[in-house]
C-alpha cells in the first residue's frame, strides 16, 4: 500500500534534496472511512465477535505497516536538486507560480536618478531593492507591471545598509571600475547565507515579482579567491532555490559559460553588452526554453540601435540601449 496514497510527500528545495517517491497523477489523499462496529455488548456472544473483528482489523492495520516500512528508504540518498521538483514545491509553499516571462517582454532599468521614472512604457521594471520603498512597487503593478529588485550577490558594497554584517574574512580584493565595491568569497555559504536570506525576504516583503542576482561570474574574476566553476555553480543553483522558496522568479545575470548547467533553475536572463562584444547566442537556450533574454547595449560603447535591433529581433531578445549609470534614459529596439 502506498504511502502517498495517505500522506502525499512534498519534495526538498534545497542545494541537495533527498531521493522522493514520484507523486503520480490521481494520487489524491484517501477518503476517511471508519469500520461500522458492533453495538455494545449485550452477551458474551456479541462481545466474542467484537473482540474477533477488533483483531482481524488490527492484523490487517500491522500488515499495511509492515508493507510501508518496505517500501520507506531506510537510508538517505544525496542526489542534486530537482530543479522541476524544486520550482513545484516552491509554488506550492508560496501558493502561487513562479513568474517566468516569456520572449519579447519589454522592459525598463533603473537604479539611479531617483525616484524611479514609472511612465516609461514597459511590461517589467527592474529596480533597486534598498532604493525603493514597498509603495514604487505597489506603483508599477498598479500600472500592470511586473517589478524585479536588484542586488549584489557576488560583491560587498561599501554603501548597502546591511555592509556591517559581511564578515571582514569573505571579502576580497577591490571590483576593478566600480569604487566601494570589493568581491565577496562565494564558497563560505554559511556565512553569507542570513545576508542573502534577509535581502531575498526584503524582496519578497516589498512585493516584487523576481529578482536580479547582480556580480554571479566572479569565479571569471579576480577577486582574491581561488573561485573555481564548481563554486560558482553550487553558489548560483543555491541562490535560485532561496528565490523560489520565497516565490520569486529569478534571472542569470550574464555568466554565459554556465547557461547549459543553470538553464533549468533560473527562470530568464539578463545580459550586458552581448550585442557589442559578440556573445549574445550562447544564451540563445533561454529562449528555446520559452524564457525572455533581457539585454541593455551601453551608450558607452558607442553602439547604436541601428547595430543591434536587427539580430536582438532575430534571437528574440528584449534589448534596450542605456547609459551606464542606468539612470532613467532608455532607448528601445523598435
Same mark, same amino acid.
Given at each position: !500500500?502506498?504511502?502517498?496514497?495517505? $500522506?502525499?510527500?512534498?519534495?526538498?528545495?534545497?542545494?541537495?534534496?533527498?531521493?522522493? =517517491?514520484?507523486?503520480?497523477? #490521481?494520487?489524491?489523499?484517501?477518503?476517511?472511512?471508519?469500520?461500522?462496529?458492533?453495538?455494545?455488548?449485550?452477551?458474551? #456472544?456479541?462481545? !466474542?465477535?467484537?473482540?474477533?473483528?477488533?483483531?482481524?482489523? %488490527?492484523?490487517?492495520?500491522?500488515?499495511?505497516?509492515?508493507?510501508?516500512?518496505?517500501?520507506?528508504?531506510?537510508?538517505?540518498?544525496?542526489?542534486?536538486?530537482?530543479?522541476?521538483?524544486?520550482?513545484?514545491?516552491?509554488?506550492?509553499?508560496?501558493?502561487?507560480?513562479?513568474?517566468?516571462? +516569456?520572449?519579447?517582454?519589454?522592459?525598463?532599468?533603473?537604479?539611479?536618478?531617483?525616484?524611479?521614472?514609472?511612465?516609461?512604457?514597459?511590461?517589467?521594471?527592474?529596480?533597486?531593492?534598498?532604493?525603493?520603498?514597498?509603495?514604487?512597487?505597489?506603483?508599477?503593478?498598479?500600472?500592470?507591471?511586473?517589478?524585479?529588485?536588484?542586488?549584489?550577490? #557576488?560583491?560587498?558594497?561599501?554603501?548597502?545598509?546591511?555592509?556591517?554584517?559581511?564578515?571582514? @574574512?569573505?571579502?576580497?580584493?577591490? $571590483?576593478?571600475?566600480?569604487?566601494?565595491? =570589493?568581491?565577496?568569497?562565494?564558497?563560505?555559504?554559511?556565512?553569507?547565507?542570513?545576508?542573502?536570506?534577509?535581502?531575498?525576504?526584503?524582496?519578497?516583503?516589498?512585493?516584487?515579482?523576481?529578482?536580479?542576482?547582480?556580480n554571479i561570474?566572479?569565479?571569471? *574574476?579576480?577577486? #582574491?579567491?581561488?573561485?573555481?566553476?564548481?563554486?560558482?555553480?553550487? $553558489? *548560483?543553483?543555491?541562490? +535560485?532555490?532561496?528565490?523560489?522558496?520565497?516565490?520569486?522568479?529569478?534571472?542569470?545575470? *550574464?555568466?554565459?559559460?554556465?547557461? +547549459?548547467?543553470?538553464?533549468?533553475?533560473?527562470?530568464?536572463?539578463?545580459?550586458?553588452?552581448?550585442?557589442?562584444?559578440?556573445?549574445? @547566442?550562447? !544564451?540563445?537556450?533561454?529562449?528555446?526554453?520559452?524564457?525572455?533574454?533581457?539585454?541593455?547595449? $551601453?551608450?558607452?560603447?558607442?553602439?547604436?540601435? @541601428?547595430?543591434?535591433?536587427?539580430?536582438?529581433?532575430?534571437?528574440? %531578445?528584449?534589448?534596450?540601449l542605456k547609459?551606464?549609470d542606468l539612470? +532613467?534614459?532608455?532607448?528601445?529596439?523598435?
Amino acid at each position: !500500500m502506498e504511502l502517498e496514497a495517505f $500522506y502525499p510527500r512534498p519534495a526538498l528545495v534545497t542545494k541537495t534534496t533527498l531521493v522522493e =517517491k514520484p507523486i503520480f497523477p #490521481g494520487h489524491r489523499r484517501a477518503q476517511s472511512s471508519t469500520a461500522q462496529l458492533p453495538s455494545p455488548c449485550r452477551d458474551a #456472544g456479541t462481545c !466474542m465477535a467484537c473482540t474477533c473483528r477488533l483483531f482481524v482489523i %488490527f492484523l490487517l492495520l500491522a500488515s499495511c505497516g509492515a508493507q510501508e516500512a518496505q517500501d520507506t528508504p531506510t537510508a538517505l540518498e544525496v542526489q542534486p536538486a530537482s530543479p522541476a521538483v524544486a520550482q513545484i514545491t516552491a509554488a506550492a509553499a508560496t501558493d502561487k507560480a513562479i513568474w517566468q516571462p +516569456a520572449p519579447g517582454i519589454t522592459w525598463q532599468w533603473q537604479l539611479t536618478d531617483l525616484p524611479v521614472d514609472i511612465s516609461v512604457d514597459a511590461e517589467v521594471y527592474d529596480i533597486d531593492l534598498f532604493d525603493n520603498e514597498a509603495s514604487v512597487v505597489a506603483a508599477l503593478h498598479a500600472q500592470g507591471r511586473k517589478v524585479i529588485c536588484y542586488i549584489s550577490a #557576488g560583491s560587498w558594497e561599501d554603501w548597502r545598509p546591511d555592509k556591517d554584517q559581511f564578515p571582514p @574574512e569573505i571579502i576580497g580584493k577591490a $571590483y576593478e571600475g566600480w569604487p566601494g565595491e =570589493k568581491w565577496l568569497d562565494i564558497r563560505q555559504i554559511d556565512k553569507l547565507a542570513p545576508i542573502l536570506r534577509a535581502r531575498l525576504d526584503l524582496c519578497r516583503d516589498k512585493g516584487f515579482d523576481g529578482v536580479e542576482p547582480d556580480n554571479i561570474d566572479a569565479y571569471t *574574476n579576480d577577486t #582574491g579567491f581561488p573561485l573555481t566553476y564548481q563554486d560558482q555553480l553550487h $553558489y *548560483n543553483i543555491w541562490l +535560485a532555490d532561496e528565490a523560489h522558496t520565497r516565490g520569486l522568479s529569478i534571472g542569470l545575470k *550574464n555568466d554565459s559559460e554556465q547557461v +547549459a548547467d543553470l538553464l533549468p533553475y533560473f527562470d530568464w536572463a539578463l545580459t550586458e553588452d552581448c550585442f557589442d562584444q559578440g556573445w549574445c @547566442e550562447q !544564451m540563445a537556450p533561454f529562449i528555446e526554453a520559452g524564457k525572455a533574454v533581457i539585454d541593455t547595449e $551601453y551608450t558607452d560603447t558607442g553602439i547604436t540601435l @541601428e547595430d543591434f535591433c536587427a539580430q536582438a529581433r532575430a534571437l528574440q %531578445f528584449s534589448a534596450i540601449l542605456k547609459h551606464r549609470d542606468l539612470d +532613467a534614459f532608455i532607448q528601445s529596439c523598435p
